[in-house]
């Protein structure tokens, strides 16, 4: 029997409908939009863009087994992922802790006055503000949410009153940036300054996610383990590695985050300027117990189930389907996890066999597609490719004729 990544893509599809982890309809969502649709996502449009969608398949997260879409162009990111799933399921998965944390808006302002007294007159009015700010999006506070706290601070000559809301299931930027434009007059004329901005931060404050990975080392042999502590090590205080180390780490999540609809802009803002920069820069660290390999991931992100494309494009629509989760706490565990199985199977590879090997291979897989090999040929094309250490058009050509002449000649 053929494995999943051996199959056809319509075929997998048909096998996962088969052990009931999707339904039919998942065929049925037309991915190719409209002029009128595309209209909705960007103005001047001239086009689609098109990524490869690749499924993680089975990653253990919190006892439960995901199917993860990921949107790349990179040939072995999901790859990678599978080969990681596989380790890391042989342990308890991965475990995923920490909570959604609720959206800040800054307004920023000038003031005049001993910023004491302006304290103590911004504080008398903090419910009139959160009673306006509400108001701005009832639609939110019907659901249950809205204005948890405001602050002041001063800094620099400049007020900065940071507005928390918890916006439920959206990722909230529309929602809070409604409530912020709206107080901010409100604060500059109880403070006699005059608005400077108003926003939201990028950066959610509280207790980041925190995933954890176990391999067990019986899988992998003590010293790979120990080759991918030091590695990681080296990250924590090599800026240059660091930067490597972490774009291993999103080389899966941001896959992931851009197959749900989420913005990725706001994913990586927020989990580079959530690490403790300059002290510590990389996002990972690995050690060894007895038994285990166990890396750990601590960061932000800011997720939403609903809204903007995560409900509207057809693409995101598919993913969401497919990651089947019940609320976006759920999906930061999901993409948690990616992210610490990505950081794995690059470091599990660069220790080990080194990177470049597996990237050939499906470059020349790729190259050898683009070539028109068909299917039954392509294996043992990409194998001769990988004998020769050639990866050009030529020499999938000069394979082919080769193997063409022998088949005259038989
Ligand atoms: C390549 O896309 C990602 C890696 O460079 C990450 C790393 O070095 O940890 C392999």
Redesign the pocket.
């Known amino acids: 029997m053929k494995k999943f990544y051996q199959l056809n893509r319509v075929d997998r599809l048909k096998e996962l409908v088969k052990k009931g982890l999707i339904t039919d309809e998942l065929f049925l969502i037309n991915e190719n939009l409209t002029d009128d649709q595309l209209a909705i996502f960007t103005e001047n449009t001239v086009g689609q863009f098109h990524l490869p969608l690749g499924l993680v398949n089975g990653l253990k997260v919190n006892g439960k087994s995901y199917l993860i879409p990921i949107a790349t162009f990179?040939p072995s990111v999901v790859a990678a992922l599978n080969k990681a799933t596989h380790y890391v399921n042989s342990g308890e998965g991965i475990i995923v802790t920490g909570e959604k944390l609720p959206v800040t808006g800054q307004i920023f302002t000038s003031y005049h006055g001993d910023p004491k007294e302006i304290n103590q007159k911004l504080a008398e009015n903090k419910s009139f503000l959160t009673d306006q700010g509400n108001f701005a999006v009832s639609h939110l506070v019907e659901r249950g949410g809205g204005i948890t706290n405001i602050k002041f601070e001063f800094e620099h000559n400049v007020l900065i009153s940071s507005v928390e809301v918890d916006v439920k299931e959206a990722m909230g930027a529309n929602l809070v940036d409604t409530i912020v434009e709206r107080l901010a007059p409100l604060i500059a004329e109880t403070v006699q300054g005059e608005v400077i901005s108003a926003i939201l931060s990028n950066l959610p404050t509280g207790t980041p996610f925190k995933a954890q990975a176990k391999v067990p080392i019986n899988l992998i042999g003590i010293d790979t383990a120990k080759k991918i502590v030091q590695l990681a090590q080296i990250a924590t205080f090599n800026n240059a590695r660091a930067a490597?180390?972490n774009?291993?780490v999103m080389?899966g999540l941001i896959g992931a985050v851009i197959a749900s609809g989420n913005d990725d802009r706001a994913v990586s803002s927020a989990l580079y300027h959530g690490q403790n920069l300059g002290k510590d820069r990389s996002f990972t660290h690995w050690r060894v117990s007895k038994t285990d390999l166990i890396g750990e991931f601590s960061g932000y992100l800011p997720l939403g189930t609903v809204g903007g494309a995560i409900t509207t494009h057809p693409d995101a629509i598919k993913g969401m389907k497919l990651l089947n989760v019940k609320n976006s706490t759920e999906l930061a565990h999901v993409f948690m996890a990616v992210g610490l199985a990505s950081?794995f199977s690059?470091?599990f590879?660069?220790v080990t066999d080194g990177?470049q090997k597996g990237h050939m291979r499906l470059q020349a897989k790729s190259i050898a597609l683009s070539m028109g090999v068909k299917p039954q040929d392509l294996q043992d094309v990409v194998n001769q490719m990988v004998t020769l250490n050639k990866f050009d058009t030529l020499t999938v050509q000069k394979i082919m004729e080769s193997r063409n002449n022998n088949d005259r000649n038989k």
């Open positions: 990179e490597t180390n774009k291993g080389n950081n690059a470091l590879a660069l990177i």
